[in-house]
């Protein structure tokens, strides 16, 4: 064997250095052609915004000024006009909360594909709850005020149709991810269509339901506060009365209120989880 072909032998082979990047030149072009996009819209955004300088840097002032006319709160107006309003309010989320399930849960099931095999019934479910989240309270709350006048249905229909959709949606997620052991045994052994949604399907489905409705319950409570802005009942018709009348005082009473009661719901759904769950 001669020295050169020994040296060859003895030498590493040299290989190709490799050059490692985190993207790809497509994903950093995706990348900034994205950057770029943002940039443009935030552009656009504040141009036709057409913010007034004078009013944007006077706003410290005019806060301040607010701020010192809510105070001191005006307490004496609480038992006789806030609390009412506010019982109002309550009763407006829990009504709308409990007439949003007559309507959610058969629309849950049709969505559900395990329950319900049929596309066209499942699609057309779906269409609903996407039809009811579309649409936000306040709006159903000016189409109900439109039709039924002011007042506290208007704002019972507005929280029950506006949760059709949000109950339902997770409802049927949750329809869909039990275990299908159970419900195939049961429909082996001949039983009723009730008795494999009782005995079935509710028992595995039971936890999430009761965490959703609790959940809506407590949004609820906090959009039954505004709606009666429009004229739909609760605290919010007070809201509306005391600053068109420049009661700052009343406002400030009002808008703690409504802290306070959303505070308490919090509270009171994180217990009530926790002794169901």
């Not at 709850?129 to 439109?146: E, G, I, Q």
Request: aromatic fraction near 10%.
């Amino acid at each position: 064997m001669s020295s050169h072909t020994q040296s060859m032998e003895q030498a590493p082979m040299s290989q190709p250095q490799r050059q490692w990047q985190r993207f790809t030149p497509l994903q950093r072009l995706s990348r900034y052609l994205v950057y770029l996009v943002i940039v443009a819209a935030f552009v656009i955004s504040v141009r036709t915004v057409e913010v007034i300088p004078e009013f944007l840097f006077d706003a410290p002032q005019q806060m301040a000024d607010m701020f010192a006319r809510m105070w001191p709160l005006e307490w004496a107006s609480y038992p006789t006009t806030i609390h009412g309003a506010l019982m109002e309010t309550l009763h407006i989320a829990t009504l709308g909360t409990l007439l949003c399930l007559l309507l959610a849960v058969p629309l849950a099931l049709l969505n559900a594909g395990n329950v319900v095999a049929s596309p066209w019934l499942n699609w057309l479910a779906r269409f609903f709850l996407v039809s009811s989240r579309s649409v936000n309270s306040l709006v159903w709350a000016l189409l109900f005020v439109a039709v039924f006048g002011p007042g506290v249905i208007a704002g019972v229909l507005a929280v029950a149709l506006r949760s059709v959709g949000f109950v339902g949606k997770l409802l049927a997620e949750a329809i869909e991810e039990i275990n299908m052991g159970s419900i195939e045994a049961l429909r082996a052994t001949g039983a009723s269509t009730a008795s494999v949604l009782i005995k079935g399907y509710w028992p595995q489905v039971m936890p999430a339901f009761f965490s959703i409705v609790l959940f809506r319950w407590d949004i609820n409570v906090r959009e039954s506060a505004v709606l009666g802005l429009v004229g739909a009942g609760g605290i919010g018709v007070v809201l509306s009365d005391a600053m068109n009348l420049f009661m700052w005082e009343r406002v400030a009473t009002v808008l703690m209120s409504i802290l306070v009661v959303v505070l308490l719901a919090e509270w009171l759904v994180v217990q009530v989880r926790k002794r169901l769950l």
